[in-house]
């Protein structure tokens, strides 16, 4: 299982698991009984819900997707606990319907310490940017590298 020692953790362990393709990864992030709403608003709860929401996007319009995450921010809310906000690059492939194309979202997780010591996500929630006036998805502009 992954062992996340530090929130700060988290936004590189999330887009490992998605840039390798393995939803099992992916579930170790998580508390069995965590919340997640994926960047279309859909809301599912417990690992195997996330799990299942994404194997099947995986094996098919996001079998060629990569992420690339920045973390913006950790906020305490105790020792054991924090909310984690940072920005996500998903990139579509040739595989996806719309072909090769861009997507930026800005993930909030709250994560709480484990009795080991290791962190994991309760809950996560992804939102698509988009330009309020037209609807339309827009792509942040990131810091020089």
């Known amino acids: ?8 953790d988290i936004p590189r362990a999330f887009e490992a698991a998605w840039n390798s393709h393995d939803m099992a990864a992916l579930g170790a992030l998580f508390h ?3 919340t997640f709403v994926n960047r279309f608003g859909h809301y599912v709860r ?6 299942a929401l ?10 060629d997707s990569t992420l ?22 998903l990139a579509a492939g040739a595989a996806h319907p719309a072909g090769p ?10 994560l709480t310490r484990q009795a080991d010591g290791g962190w994991r996500i309760k809950a996560l929630e ?4 988009t330009n309020p006036r037209t ?8 810091k020089s590298a």
């Open 32 to 34: 069995e009984d965590a």
């Open 126 to 129: 992804n939102v698509t940017l």
């Open 101 to 110: 194309h861009a997507v930026d979202t800005l993930i909030l997780a709250v």
């Open 68 to 89: 690339e995450n920045e973390l913006i921010d950790v906020v305490a809310l105790g020792d054991d606990a924090v909310v984690t906000h940072f920005w996500s690059r």
């Open 46 to 51: 417990g690992v195997a819900e996330i799990v």
């Open 1 to 8: 299982m992954t062992q996340l020692g530090k929130p700060e």
């Open 54 to 63: 994404h194997e099947p996007i995986h094996a098919t319009i996001y079998s």
């Open 135 to 142: 609807g339309e998805t827009v792509l942040r502009e990131r």
